[in-house]
């Protein structure tokens, strides 16, 4: 059996323009004041997960948007910036849990799932995937673990499955891979790994797939797409835009060491299809 992956989308996004891109040098008072005054609305974006072929068995790479984010009680009253910020695409047919049974796959048949982060459209649908092994960086857990924080930055607890209860990624013996210095195997033969990539939040981590064909990048939020890594530009929600940077110039030197196809979350599925090879530019 060879390593495949397959993407599955979990709904679109409409968000300000400064929510998705900010320089990386303005302050962060000055980039919350900037979401929270935008009155434009950038084209919808794909909210994707990774579903990968593996001999191990299934591995799902984040969760994606729960068909809930449209409910009026799933975000707090008490806190209406992510209404006054975000518009959503998704019906129940988009669901996660939903889209993996069309394929004959239960979450009890998963090998894992790895969450590259918390916001609620890489966790929201984790409800849907009770009695799946779910995988996630401790930092990342920590940050947010902390409910009224938490719910501020769009990782509100409540989401979550009840009694939500995750592994933490165990970091690998070997070496690393090109800048990324600390490897966390999830499969034993280390076709898939994950690799630390903070600056989006605390703790982001993003799946490398050695496959026959090529290797593959998923990127999970440290870069919205392959323009932005690029580009080397911030989204405008990260409160520390300079290590978002450092992490994208880590991805574009992977890429000039080795051949890889870069996948974001909420970028053209094209690039898988057509195996795009991301060659960097030096700014």
């Known amino acids: ?46 909210v994707q997960v990774f579903l990968i072929s593996h001999p191990e068995g299934n591995i799902l790479f984040d969760t994606g948007l729960s068909p809930h984010t449209k409910d009026k009680d ?17 019906d129940e047919s988009q669901g996660i849990g939903v889209q993996l049974r069309e394929k004959g796959i239960e979450p009890k048949d998963l090998k894992a799932v790895i969450v590259s ?19 996630l960086l401790e930092g990342d857990y920590k940050a947010f673990k ?6 501020f930055e769009g990782a509100s607890p409540h989401q979550w499955p009840k009694n939500f209860d995750p592994s933490f990624l165990k970091a690998g013996a070997g070496a690393g891979i090109g800048p990324f210095e600390q490897i966390y195997p999830i499969t034993a033969d280390g076709k898939v790994v994950a690799v630390q990539t903070p600056g989006h939040v605390p703790g982001h981590c993003s799946l490398i797939v050695f496959a026959e064909d090529t290797t593959y990048f998923l990127t999970g939020d440290a870069t919205y797409s392959q323009e932005y890594l690029d580009r080397e530009l911030t989204d405008g929600v990260t409160e520390t835009p300079m290590q978002a940077v450092d992490t994208v110039r ?4 992977l890429a000039r060491q080795m051949p890889i196809v870069v996948l974001p979350a ?7 299809q057509e195996r795009i090879i991301y060659n ?4």
């Open 1 to 46: 059996m060879s390593i495949s992956i397959r993407i599955i989308e979990t709904g679109k996004i409409q968000c300000r323009p400064s929510m998705l891109q900010q320089p990386a040098d303005r302050p962060i008072w000055l980039r919350q004041l900037r979401v929270l005054s935008d009155r434009s609305w950038a084209e919808p974006i794909p």
């Open 74 to 90: 799933y975000f707090p009253s008490w806190m209406p910036t992510f209404r006054l910020t975000s518009r959503f695409e998704i």
């Open 117 to 135: 982060h918390l916001h609620y459209d890489h966790s929201g649908g984790l409800p849907d995937l009770i009695g799946a092994p779910t995988f």
């Open 146 to 151: 902390e409910p009224l924080h938490a719910t």
């Open 250 to 253: 880590k991805i574009k030197q």
């Open 266 to 272: 909420h970028d053209k599925d094209r690039r898988l």
């Open 280 to 283: 960097p530019t030096t700014l």
